[in-house]
């Protein structure tokens, strides 16, 4: 047929399914691109392979070397991203719209690799602090996390193939755990052609990634206990796979993130001519228009204040007016076509549904001025601004998603009733509200959180440097209650802790000290034969101890202190005004006792040690007189790596020292962890 056959890539191999063809059309033309094939695949098989083959060399890496491999594959495809362009261009995207899917894809690689260091160089996350579990302190209880042993079943949709699969595998891969790919058909070719880079880069092990191109009807009914299912999409689905006996019976994890009825909001403080009321519409727009309107988190609903609607409805239409819509390839157009011929008879019969409560203010369902294309053969539809003057008693306006241009104006006489009207959508994965007055901004925020993943406060200050609306960004947790889903965008450590399990631990200190590789107070020390600021990063031992020799604080060293410091607090300063206080006389600075903590267990010699690093966790747990005498127990808490920026920097890692301060009781008097910079071995 002189098109592309797209392929599963599973167990392996690259191989073309063997059941019903489809032909997949340029949303420009209308031209064949692609064919892909259903059926013919064994489910059971490919999942167990994920598990089997690509779960076990996952595991066995660490945080920081998983994330190194993310780092190189993010590299890879960033240096042959231009190939991806004509490929996007063909589902009807924009440079600009196809920038979204290609580079924030990969940018969320980076930024997801570069989430190793909050993380420990161990295959298994430690997560929180120890708990005390006896008087003595002999038992002890903590938690670690551990890697998924199944596999990571993703089901994306249509409208951002690369975007949403790399957002996705970049968290499972980061937690150790194998993944099976689902793209949405339409647009599967873009996803392929990625995937058989990132196959042909080599970096990844086999099976820690399959492909599954076509129907994927039945492949729940192969999930186990270990798996998890993520799906985006529309929520009539969503609800559906979740719903799936298998994934109820094995107790699957199964995160959702469903299309929404996402909400902005203008301030009653944004008239116009103030830089809010420009903002408010260029955003409304761009969210109109970016994508076509096909974006999970695409504004479907703009509240505006009643004595404004007029003024955003005439400056939202002449906004919308000036964006050329047509072939992406031609210059000066803005906006390009929909996914598909299917997807412009959905949007035309979900806004004749609108239409029962709301009017179109701009745009037809019917026709559409292009520059560079045929109407006739692309799947091309106008931006649509409808309004609806009465949303409080409206129903289809919070219910029915258009998932395209489309956007309904909505008036609003306060801002309680812009919240209560907000929350009639039943929960979103996003919403907004442009204001440049703080108060209204957390009234809203506020009132409206509960029913929202994400909210933007937008306003002049921050103009030049937010992300925007309907822009998740992989440091955040997003995702959106009710409608959305429940679920959540796997954003920062949330979403690699969601595909780890978490296992609470019990026993001494020692033993504690031995699973996690990092030291628990009360722990046995160990004797690092020589000082361990004379040790490189690679010979320290995790428990490495040294006891100090010992000082006596005297009320001279308290007022020299306080002479350098300048902290001339009155607790350290005035013994006769501690009557009402916890002190009993005159009490040493919890600095000074650190920094004489310093002058105990610093070896002043040039060593391997090469700065100071940070401190961290720092507690003053009991007051330090004059005549008490202080000692230290340093010991190697936790070690971690650093990469190196060039060939010319010195290898070097961070390790974190316990610094426990005691007195002559025994009793510790300040606890601290400070953070050293020491080279490793040439």
Not at 409 to 419: D, G, H, T, V
């Amino acid at each position: 047929m002189g098109t592309q056959l797209l392929e599963n890539y599973i167990q392996g191999k690259w191989e073309a399914g063997d059941g019903k063809e489809t032909t997949l059309l340029h949303a420009i033309h209308g031209n064949p691109v692609a064919r892909s094939n259903s059926g013919g695949v064994d489910f059971a098989s490919i999942l167990e392979y994920g598990r089997k083959v690509g779960g076990p060399p996952l595991r066995k890496m660490t945080f920081h070397e998983r994330g190194r491999m993310i780092k190189s594959l993010a590299l890879y495809l960033h240096e042959r991203r231009e190939k991806y362009y004509p490929i996007s261009y063909q589902t009807g995207a924009t440079k600009a719209d196809s920038w979204i899917d290609i580079e924030g894809g990969i940018g969320n690689l980076f930024s997801n690799a570069s989430l190793r260091r909050r993380f420990p160089d161990l295959p298994y996350h430690v997560d929180g602090e120890a708990i005390q579990l006896s008087k003595t302190g002999n038992f002890i209880g903590h938690h670690i996390m551990v890697p998924r042993q199944g596999i990571a079943i993703h089901i994306n949709a249509f409208n951002f193939p690369i975007w949403g699969m790399l957002e996705k595998i970049a968290v499972n891969l980061l937690a150790g755990v194998p993944a099976l790919v689902k793209p949405a058909t339409l647009s599967s070719y873009v996803a392929e052609a990625m995937f058989r880079d990132i196959i042909a880069s080599g970096i990844l092990p086999e099976g820690a990634v399959q492909l599954l191109i076509g129907s994927a009807h039945g492949i729940l009914d192969s999930v186990q206990s270990q798996d998890l299912v993520t799906f985006t999409g529309s929520a009539s689905t969503g609800l559906q796979l979740k719903a799936h006996p298998r994934i109820i019976s094995e107790a699957v994890p199964f995160n959702l993130e469903a299309d929404s009825l996402n909400c902005t909001v203008l301030g009653e403080d944004a008239v116009p001519g103030t830089p809010e009321f420009e903002l408010f519409v260029k955003e409304v727009r761009k969210e109109m228009t970016t994508k076509c309107g096909q974006r999970c988190t695409g504004i479907r609903r703009a509240l505006v204040p009643a004595a404004l609607l007029d003024d955003v409805q005439i400056a939202l239409g002449k906004a919308l007016s000036q964006t050329t819509i047509g072939d992406p390839n031609v210059e000066g157009v803005r906006m390009g076509a929909l996914a598909g011929k299917s997807q412009v008879e959905e949007v035309r019969n979900q806004i004749k549904k609108l239409l029962k409560e709301s009017s179109i203010a701009y745009g037809d369902i019917d026709h559409v001025e292009l520059v560079g294309a045929d109407a006739t053969k692309g799947a091309f539809f106008s931006p649509v601004l409808l309004v609806n003057e009465h949303p409080l008693t409206s129903v289809l306006v919070h219910e029915v998603e258009a998932f395209g241009p489309v956007c309904t104006l909505m008036p609003y006489k306060n801002l309680n009733e812009a919240i209560e009207i907000s929350k009639m959508g039943k929960g979103s994965l996003c919403s907004s509200i442009t204001t440049h007055d703080d108060h209204s901004a957390k009234q809203f925020v506020i009132g409206a959180a509960s029913h929202h993943g994400r909210i933007l406060v937008l306003n002049r200050d921050c103009a030049k440097e937010n992300t925007g609306h309907g822009s998740p960004l992989p440091m955040l947790t997003h995702g959106g209650p009710g409608r959305a889903g429940g679920g959540e965008e796997m954003g920062g450590m949330r979403g690699v802790l969601h595909y780890l399990q978490r296992c609470a631990i019990q026993g001494t200190p020692t033993t504690i000290t031995e699973i996690t590789s990092a030291y628990q107070y009360g722990g046995q020390y160990k004797d690092p034969g020589q000082h361990p600021f004379r040790k490189y990063f690679e010979d320290l031992q995790i428990g490495d101890t040294i006891i100090t020799h010992k000082r006596t604080i005297t009320e001279a060293d308290i007022v020299n202190f306080a002479n350098v410091s300048w902290d001339h607090f009155y607790a350290h300063t005035d013994a006769t005004s501690l009557e009402g206080t916890i002190f009993t006389q005159r009490v040493a600075h919890g600095y000074f006792v650190l920094s004489m903590a310093a002058g105990l267990f610093v070896d002043p010699g040039k060593g391997p040690v090469i700065l100071n690093y940070g401190l961290e966790e720092c507690r003053f747990t009991k007051p330090v007189y004059p005549g008490m005498t202080l000692g230290v127990r340093l010991s190697v808490k936790e070690k971690l790596p650093v990469d190196p920026k060039d060939e010319d920097d010195i290898p070097k890692g961070i390790v974190k020292f316990l610094v426990d301060v005691y007195d002559e009781t025994g009793e510790t008097v300040a606890i601290a962890t400070i953070l050293t910079m020491v080279k490793k071995k040439a």
